[in-house]
């Protein structure tokens, strides 16, 4: 049980291009999304908490207008890097959780490289 | 958000029980504290999640004392595939937000 999956694992394009990478859970319903980013060597640096049917909260220093995140079902959350530049690249991973008490559980991550 | 505190790295042979112990000298009374593995280029998966005393599964052990400022992990008889990165979280569970915030982890290489 609690499986998340995100799509699409990989992503290479060109500077500029707009990027969605989506966010489910598979057998949950999840209130709460997270959205990280993590570089390598480095740990996992939390983007925004996503709530469904409302707007994201982002995390100090982070861009809303660059990442739009929206949250429209109970299993259902996306990212959009909105006119990527190479300095986006980097590893993004989401995660779900159902219900209080319970434990955040993560997607696979979506590795976004930007030319 | 309660910081936490773990070794950078260590080093095992298979086979041996592994403790990872973290500190979290700041935890509020209402904070769980969470053990994720994360293998390279994959996200973190869930270990396990206790409150107080000691909490076990099927693959781990989490032992935490009376006072909640730290917390071990244990990892009974590791093999090679238990070579990854482990992060020790501790944070409001209950309730909205459930912020989590990752710290440096700790890197455990198993050897033959």
């Known amino acids: 049980g609690a499986v998340v999956s995100q799509h699409p694992s990989r992503v290479i394009c060109k500077s500029g291009t707009s990027v969605k990478i989506e966010c489910r859970s598979l057998?949950?319903?999840?209130?709460?999304m997270f959205w990280y980013r993590q570089f390598p060597k480095q740990s996992l640096m939390l983007m925004a908490t996503?709530?469904?049917?409302?707007?994201?909260?982002?995390e100090q220093g982070v861009e809303k207008d660059k990442f739009l995140i929206n949250h429209a079902s109970l299993t259902l959350s996306t990212l959009t890097v909105t006119s990527a530049h190479p300095e986006d690249s980097s590893f993004y991973i989401c995660?779900?959780?159902?219900?209080?008490?319970?434990?955040?559980?993560f997607g696979d991550g979506t590795r976004l490289s930007i030319l | 958000l309660a910081k936490t505190t773990q070794p950078i790295s260590m080093d095992s042979y298979e086979g041996q029980e592994v403790n990872i112990t973290c500190s979290h000298n700041?935890?509020?009374?209402?904070?769980?504290i969470t053990w994720y593995q994360q293998f390279p280029s994959q996200g973190p998966r869930f270990i396990i999640q206790?409150?107080?005393t000691k909490v076990t599964n099927e693959v781990a052990s989490l032992f935490i004392p009376a006072d909640r400022k730290s917390s071990t992990l244990s990892l009974p008889r590791v093999s090679l595939s238990d070579t990854a990165v482990y992060y020790c979280?501790?944070?409001?569970?209950?309730?909205?937000?459930?912020?989590?915030?990752f710290g440096t982890g700790t890197q455990l290489k198993v050897e033959l």
């Open positions: 979280l501790v944070g409001l569970t209950s309730g909205g937000g459930n912020k989590l915030t």
């Open positions: 206790g409150y107080k």
């Open positions: 996503s709530n469904e049917g409302s707007k994201a909260t982002y």
């Open positions: 057998d949950f319903q999840a209130t709460t």
């Open positions: 995660s779900a959780r159902d219900q209080t008490n319970q434990p955040q559980h």
């Open positions: 700041n935890i509020a009374t209402n904070d769980y």
